[in-house]
Structure formats: C-alpha cells, structure tokens
C-alpha cells in the first residue's frame, strides 16, 4: 500500500462524505475505494470510518487523522511544485465551473487560447449558473459574480459588471418610465428564478443601498432569456452589461433608472479551499486576469 496515495483517497472520501462518490470522481469502482480504505484502518490499528447507508462519518481517530493528512499531503505537493514548477510546463487536470453567460461570451475565447498555450494541462469546462460545491463536484476553480463573495471564500478579483436596468421602448411608450425604484411595484418586472438569484433589486437612493422586493411576471433561470423577453416588450429586466450591452446598442432595449445604479458587480476566480493550490490552477488565475485587464483597458 502507497501511503500517500491512501492518505489522498481518505482525504477525499472523507470530503466527499462517501465512498460511492469518490469512486465516481476517480472513475474506479466503489471497490476499490472500499478496500484502499480497509487497508488503511488495518494499518493503523484504527477504525476511521463509520459508515451507513446513506452516508459515512469519521470516527475520533478519522478526524483528527484527517487534518494530520492535509497537512502532510499539502507539504508533499507544495515541496515537489516548489521544485518542478520552475522548471516543468504546468500539467495534469484542471476543472473550472464557470457562469453560464458570461463564460460563453467572455471566457471561452481566453480559456482555448489557454488551452491552446498549456497543451499539457487537461482543461475541462462546466458551464453553469447554480452555486456549486466546489469539493463535492471535484471542481478546481469557479469564475463568479457577485456583489459580495461568501465569508471565508478564497478568491481573486478579476473584474467588474455594471447591472443595468433595462426595457424596450415599446414597453416603455405603452407603460410610462419609472423614475424612481418605489414605481417599479406598478410595472412588470422580470427576475431570476429561486434555484439561481431570487434577491430583491437594488439600487442606490440617497447614496445608500436600497432593495426592492418585487412580484415577477416572468421568472428564467438564464439572464439571456430574461433580456429576450425584455426585447418582446414583456416588462422591465435588471442585468449585467455583458447580457444587455448588445441590446441596448442596437436599441432594442433602453437603460433605466441611471442615477440609482447599484455598484458594480464582482468577477471572482474562487478555489475550492485554502489548500495549497497546484500550479496549473496559479498559471490559469493569473492568464485569466491577465488577459481580462487588457481588455478593459482596450488594448486586446
């Protein structure tokens, strides 16, 4: 038995909370996690384990056995990256969650001239608006954007989205312009479902942050949806520049309420703990605000 490879797979069935799920993530049998575990317990003299049917806990021993493991298998990798990064092209897999919308828009073309620059580095793409658990999906970095990241969140800021809200001038000449948020109650108002976004409206009044609770017309899981149906003329849509920049360019849709535009939304690289981040993740963080600085400075 590789010790270091045991201590791995305890540490990532232990995160998984079971051992169905790691088998799933390593693509082996449940097997042979089952007996890579067994193996360890009989080494050490020690149940680690309690499992059950739906789902496994740690004994004492487990616990307290599993951050002495992070702490081992983070020197060991940090020792080897110190060594090899210098000198060794980044390599292995890389898994990146990344929203929906503004990845397909903003990040695909940099994340394929990335995978195009780092051939070795097996990238792999999961595009989705949903606030995943990063450990649970094996994930190794997700791009979100956010008004405020979660406390404790390790991240890196790469940018900023203005929200505006925004209607087509035929909803506009049929219903009047609201000029203050309070008129939004009388208008038809179009937001994200519950499972994505279901947060009040916010702006700025008097300098201060104020949400609107509203009562949707239409609910969509996706931004483009929202902003097509704003388009059709079904009512009024708050979103993101990068979701709305088109429409308002070819006037299809019109910004409101200007003056009360809440601040800027966050573009985060968020990493799925304070562990020790391997290179791959470092170069693909670094490529990312490197090249998106250069775009808000219009030099790409």
């Not at 890389?94 to 940099?110: A, F, I, K, N, Q």
């Not at 780092?118 to 990063?134: C, K, V």
């Not at 956010?146 to 940018?159: C, F, K, S």
Request: proline share 6%; net charge neutral.
């Amino acid at each position: 038995m590789n010790r270091l490879d045991a201590m791995q797979l305890f540490v990532r069935v232990a995160e998984l909370g079971s051992l169905s799920a790691a088998a799933n993530q390593l693509g082996v049998d449940r097997s042979v996690v089952t007996r890579q575990i067994a193996a360890l317990e009989e080494h050490l003299g020690s149940k680690l384990m309690v499992r059950s049917t739906r789902r496994l806990s740690l004994t004492s021993a487990g616990s307290s056995y599993l951050e002495k493991c992070r702490v081992i298998l983070e020197l060991v990798e940090e020792a080897e990256a110190g060594m090899m990064e210098e000198r060794l092209t980044p390599r292995g897999p890389l898994r990146v969650s990344l929203p929906l919308t503004y990845g397909l828009r903003r990040l695909v073309p940099l994340l394929l001239e990335f995978s195009e620059a780092y051939p070795e580095i097996r990238l792999a793409m999961d595009f989705s608006d949903r606030q995943l658990n990063l450990i649970e999906e094996g994930i190794d970095l997700t791009i979100r954007i956010t008004a405020q990241p979660e406390p404790g969140a390790i991240v890196r800021r790469l940018g900023s989205s203005q929200l505006i809200t925004v209607a087509s001038p035929d909803y506009l000449a049929r219903h009047g312009r609201p000029r203050h948020p309070d008129e939004l109650a009388g208008h038809a108002c179009l937001g994200y479902s519950p499972k994505v976004n279901n947060r009040p409206w916010t702006f700025l009044v008097d300098g201060q942050p104020q949400a609107f609770q509203l009562l949707w017309r239409m609910q969509a899981n996706n931004g483009d949806v929202l902003a097509a149906a704003a388009v059709q003329g079904l009512g009024i849509t708050m979103h993101p520049d990068f979701i709305v920049g088109e429409h308002l360019a070819a006037g299809r849709l019109e910004a409101l309420l200007e003056e009360f535009a809440p601040p800027p939304l966050g573009i985060y690289a968020v990493l799925a703990s304070n562990r020790y981040v391997p290179h791959r993740v470092r170069v693909l963080i670094e490529f990312l605000a490197s090249r998106l600085a250069e775009v808000r400075s219009g030099s790409a």
